[in-house]
Antibody
Framework: EVQLVESGGGLVKPGGSLRLSCVAS????????MSWVRQAPGKGLEWVGR??????????DYAAPVKGRFIISRDDSRNTLYLQMNSLRTDDTAVYYC???????????????WGQGTPVTVSS | QSALTQPASVSGSPGQSITISCTGT?????????VSWYQQHPGKAPKLMIY???KRPSGVSNRFSGSKSGNMASLTISGLQTEDEADYYC?????????FGGGTTLTVL
């Protein structure tokens, strides 16, 4: 059974930093492409970014609102995905989910497994 | 990248069928056959219901079906059941990112 368990959320002041973790089990993590998706309170889903597997280049892509502030990384030896969030703003307040990506050749097509999410609140 | 457009709410009675639309552009829905749909119950994580426009993951009821025409995708739920009451989100690949719809609340009357 695929399990994704996020942690690291909490309250942080504007301009601050936070690192989220997502521990994976039940699948071959080092072959998986992984994404972060967030959901602001009472709002819809928003893709944050992705990291590909090392065998597929290990590259990252980010949504425009977080590019240059957020960094996605992975530690395949620990089956763990990370989201380093810097220069946080109040509009980054959301529940952050880690997901596994479905792939079709060189394209990520959907998000098939989701963690339970970890809440991040950016407020003074 | 702008969000995809979904109706805010739809409703139906048990046993009926409903369709939720999702409108995008030629840069997302119209450009790729990579539309997916997610169901989210209150306080829960989203669940993948449809991927690649029409495919259902293992374990998802065949009452759920997807389609696409041009820049618009649709999710149809037939034989509505009370447990189908939830929020539904569409999503599309939009190289190299993904874009979601604003979500549709389904009420089963």
């Amino acid at each position: 059974e695929v399990q994704l368990v996020e942690s690291g959320g909490g309250l942080v002041k504007p301009g601050g930093s936070l690192r989220l973790s997502c521990v994976a089990s039940g699948f071959i993590f080092d072959k998986a492409w992984m994404s972060w998706v967030r959901q602001a309170p009472g709002k819809g889903l928003e893709w944050v970014g992705r990291v590909k597997s090392d065998t597929d280049g290990g590259t990252t892509d980010y949504a425009a609102p977080v590019k240059g502030r957020f960094i996605i990384s992975r530690d395949d030896s620990r089956n763990t995905l990370y989201l380093q969030m810097n220069s946080l703003r109040t509009d980054d307040t959301a529940v952050y989910y880690c997901t596994t990506d479905m792939k079709d050749r060189a394209v990520a097509t959907a998000f098939d497994h989701w963690g339970q999410g970890t809440p991040v609140t950016v407020s003074s | 990248q702008s969000a995809l457009t979904q109706p805010a709410s739809v409703s139906g009675s048990p046993g009926q069928s409903i369709t939720i639309s999702c409108t995008g552009t030629s840069s997302d829905i119209g450009g790729y056959n990579y539309v997916s749909w997610y169901q989210q119950h209150p306080g829960k994580a989203p669940k993948l219901m449809i991927y690649d426009v029409t495919k259902r993951p293992s374990g998802v009821s065949n009452r759920f079906s997807g389609s696409k025409s041009g820049n618009m995708a649709s999710l149809t739920i037939s034989g509505l059941q009370t447990e189908d009451e939830a929020d539904y989100y569409c999503s599309s690949y939009a190289t190299p990112s993904h874009v979601f719809g604003g979500g549709t609340t389904l009420t089963v009357l």
